[in-house]
């Protein structure tokens, strides 16, 4: 072999190396992630009484939590902290949408998840799901969420699981978030999963 197609097969090989290299980095030859123990199928409705499943966490990144509007400190912090972590996201804060997903589908009717979030006034693009109480259960299996009704009358309370569940643009569980994070955590852990 001539000198000449030497260095002409050297040149090839490395481009080849090169390319490689550069389609691995960008998640082209990357295994796609094992498949996540959170998540699933679900039928819902959304505050606007449009019906919705999965798909509705697609495109985005959502930041999933269960609670429910009557909920009188922990749910309404949560969703305060996370709008004030998207305020902190910079040009990335279009990228977030919060998914808040009712355990107590016998008084958050479609208009009371309505009148909730409108009067949070939330900045982030915020969805509020309800359903039957069958369909709760579905979606909260799916993500492995437990919550219990406690007490009797109109002013019971709901326990329940407070994980906020992050999940990607293609609706896959990331990484969880503690409600007892600070916005400035909150959107430091955010920040981070998206860059991956």
Request: net charge positive; aromatic share 8%.
């Amino acid at each position: 072999m001539n000198r000449h197609r030497l260095i002409l097969l050297l040149v090839v090989l490395f481009g080849a190396a090169l390319a490689a290299g550069l389609a691995w980095r960008s998640g082209v030859f990357r295994p796609a992630p094992p498949p996540s123990a959170i998540g699933g199928p679900f039928q819902l409705v959304d505050q606007n009484g449009r019906s919705v499943d999965q798909g509705v966490l697609k495109g985005k990144w959502s930041a999933v939590f269960f609670g429910f509007t009557y909920c009188p400190d922990l749910c309404p912090t949560t969703l305060h902290a996370l709008d004030a972590a998207d305020g902190l996201l910079g040009d990335k804060a279009k990228d977030l949408r919060v998914v808040f997903i009712s355990v107590d589908p016998e008084r958050d009717s479609v208009k009371q998840m309505k009148d909730y979030l409108g009067a949070m006034g939330f900045k982030v693009e915020t969805l509020g799901l309800t359903g039957t109480p069958a369909q709760v259960a579905q979606v909260a299996k799916a993500y492995r969420v437990s919550y219990q009704k406690v007490g009797t009358g109109p002013d019971y309370d709901m326990q329940h699981t407070a994980i906020v569940y992050l999940m990607d643009p293609k609706g896959r569980f990331v990484a969880p978030l503690s409600p007892t994070m600070s916005p400035d955590q909150m959107a430091a852990q955010i920040q981070k999963d998206m860059r991956g």
